[in-house]
C-alpha cells in the first residue's frame, strides 16, 4: 500500500470522529490526559481548542509533545504522535472556520476565549482489530 492511500484511509477515518484521548506532561513528568473535541486537516494536523485554565493548556506550553487515541468503538483505533502549537495569529480565522465546520458546538468555546492549537504528527498508526492477525498502518513523519 503507497503512502498516499494510506493517509486517505487514516484521514477517512479521523473525520469520522469527533473526540480523543489526549495525553500531555506536566513538567515534573506526570502525565495528564482528558478527552478533547477535535477537528483534522488534510494534512493530518489535528486541530483542537482549550481554555488557559486547563492543565493541558499549562503543559503544552513548557512541553508540546502530545499523544492522542481515536476511535475505541468497533475495534478500530488511531494512535497519534506529535507536536502542539497554537495556532498563529496570522492563520487563526482559516483553522478557526475549518474547525468549526466539523464542530458547529465548538462555537461557544471559541467564542468564550478557548485557544486554538494545532497538532503536527510525528507518528500515526491505524489498527483494526476486527482481523486475524489485527491489520496495522504506521506512518513516521
Not at 480565522?93 to 468549526?100: D, G, K, P, S
Not at 461557544?108 to 510525528?122: H, S
Amino acid at each position: 500500500m503507497d503512502e498516499d492511500h494510506t493517509k486517505r484511509i487514516i484521514l477517512e477515518f479521523l473525520r469520522k470522529h469527533t473526540l480523543a484521548v489526549i495525553a500531555t506532561c506536566h513538567r515534573n513528568g506526570k502525565p495528564e490526559a482528558a478527552t478533547i473535541d477535535f477537528s483534522v486537516r488534510d494534512t493530518l494536523e489535528v486541530v483542537f481548542s482549550t481554555f488557559k485554565e486547563t492543565r493541558k493548556f499549562d503543559n503544552l506550553a513548557e512541553r508540546p509533545g502530545v499523544a492522542f487515541v481515536v476511535g475505541w468503538n468497533d475495534n478500530i483505533t488511531v494512535q497519534y504522535e506529535g507536536e502542539a502549537t497554537r495556532v498563529p495569529a496570522a492563520d487563526i480565522e482559516e483553522y478557526q472556520e475549518a474547525y468549526l465546520n466539523s464542530l458547529p458546538a465548538a462555537r461557544e468555546f471559541i467564542e468564550r476565549g478557548a485557544v486554538m492549537f494545532k497538532a503536527t504528527p510525528r507518528w500515526i498508526r491505524y489498527s483494526d482489530f476486527n482481523q486475524e492477525p489485527p491489520a496495522q498502518i504506521e506512518i513516521q513523519f
